[in-house]
């Protein structure tokens, strides 16, 4: 009898041991693999340093009851950093509902300071599931600022503005603000434009860059050759120079003069004067289709022979003949004719100063107008002196 009850005390035990398992393992049920899914179509992508990747990922239940998936990231390397997030949310763990799946984004951070290679870490929700992903970095990350141009050699004449765009990339991992400078030779004039504003600094955020435009304009004496015009973005931190270079091919000089230098002349009204002109090359480059013009006073003419000078060496001059007619109405007194010669490049303007005589018709007729009243006086002076 007493072996009896002992039998159903230990077997009452026993059933309680087991209700109390069950109770306390309700709230952490095992799950076996595949009951859970992790998927992303981007498990292996190349980037170069300091680039931010943007993972899309389904996290799918592949059973008949509600589970809370924890997700972790492992095997991450060293100075990269990551952030999971949904919905708007940053999340350490997603509920999924039975045969459904949620979508979630991983943010993955390469740094600026990392070495070419290949890199790979893990997304695993608990001892469910887990995805390898592969980072390939298609370059060493300097970590440094970087100031470079497409085309840092420019060829123009002296009179040119020669316009550069550089690019300043900030690879450091904080925002920085660079103060603009150029170490050009005394005279040269050197700009920096940004956003469209002169600027002498600008500000650009960790792994960005800004295009710059800079020009630059030589000074009016400069000669031939080859010149370097180095510029530099830097703070107290960081610095990075680039040396530009502008090639003079020559300068542009034009002179319009006569053979003695003298620029004035004189005309009858109505007359014609035929002055020889002096077009001088006095730059360091040629010059071609020189043409020759006038700014006349009303009802004036002037035509040159030739009109235009095809081309005219560096240091070589020619004469020109241009033909001055004045008006038949002008009056006696001092006129201004200015007479140009201009090229593409360079022109030069000279101001003539015309005396106009009076027409020589209008002096006879004076002189037999005095002289028929002379006669009319001598006749008048004969018939009543008599008397």
């Known amino acids: 009898m007493k072996s009896c009850r002992q039998r159903a005390k230990q077997l009452s035990l026993l059933l309680l041991l087991i209700l109390g398992t069950c109770l306390y393992s309700g709230g952490n049920t095992a799950f076996a693999a595949g009951e859970i899914t992790l998927y992303t179509p981007y498990t292996s992508i190349s980037v170069p340093p300091g680039e931010v990747i943007n993972y899309p990922l389904e996290v799918k239940n592949n059973t008949n009851n509600v589970i809370t998936v924890p997700l972790q990231i ?23 509902k039975p045969g459904e799946s949620e979508s979630v984004t991983l943010e993955v951070t390469v740094p600026l300071k990392v070495d070419k290679g290949s890199y790979r870490f893990q997304l695993t929700a608990g001892s469910m599931a887990n995805l390898q992903l592969t980072v390939d970095i298609t370059e060493k990350g300097t970590y440094q600022t970087e100031l470079t141009t497409d085309q840092a050699n420019l ?37 920096f434009t940004s956003g469209g504003k002169q600027v002498s600094s600008v500000e650009i955020e960790a792994g960005a860059s800004q295009s710059i435009t800079v020009d630059v ?7 031939e050759g080859s010149f370097s015009i180095p510029i530099r973005a830097s703070n107290s931190s960081t610095s990075s120079e680039l040396a530009l270079e502008a090639v003079i091919t020559g300068s542009y000089e034009l002179e319009l003069t006569t053979p003695s230098g ?25 010059l071609s289709d020189i043409n020759l013009s006038a700014d006349t006073p ?5 035509s040159f022979n030739p009109k235009t000078i095809e081309n005219l060496p560096a ?40 005396a106009v005589k009076g027409s020589m018709l209008w002096g006879w007729i004076g002189v037999l107008v005095i002289l028929a009243i002379l006669g009319g006086i001598y006749v008048l002076i004969r018939k009543y002196g008599r008397r």
């Open 262 to 286: 003298l620029l004035s002349t004189n005309v009858n009204a109505g007359g014609s004067k035929t002055i020889e002109l002096l077009v001088k090359n006095t730059g360091t480059a040629p």
């Open 298 to 302: 009303v009802e004036w003419e002037v």
């Open 74 to 96: 492992n095997s991450l390397p060293s100075g990269w950093s990551t952030k999971l997030n949904g919905g708007g949310w940053q999340l350490k763990e997603v509920s999924v």
């Open 217 to 223: 304009k030589p000074p009016a004496e400069v000669t």
């Open 315 to 354: 240091g070589k001059s020619t004469t020109v003949e241009a033909k001055l007619t004045s008006s038949d109405k002008a009056i006696a007194g001092d006129y201004v004719t200015s007479l140009k010669a201009a090229a593409a490049e360079a022109s030069s303007d000279a101001q003539f100063r015309v």
């Open 155 to 191: 060829e123009g004449h002296a009179d040119s503005t020669f316009t550069y765009t550089v690019n300043l990339q900030n690879r450091t991992a904080n925002k920085q603000n660079y103060a603009l400078n150029a170490d050009a030779q005394a005279g040269w004039d050197v700009t």
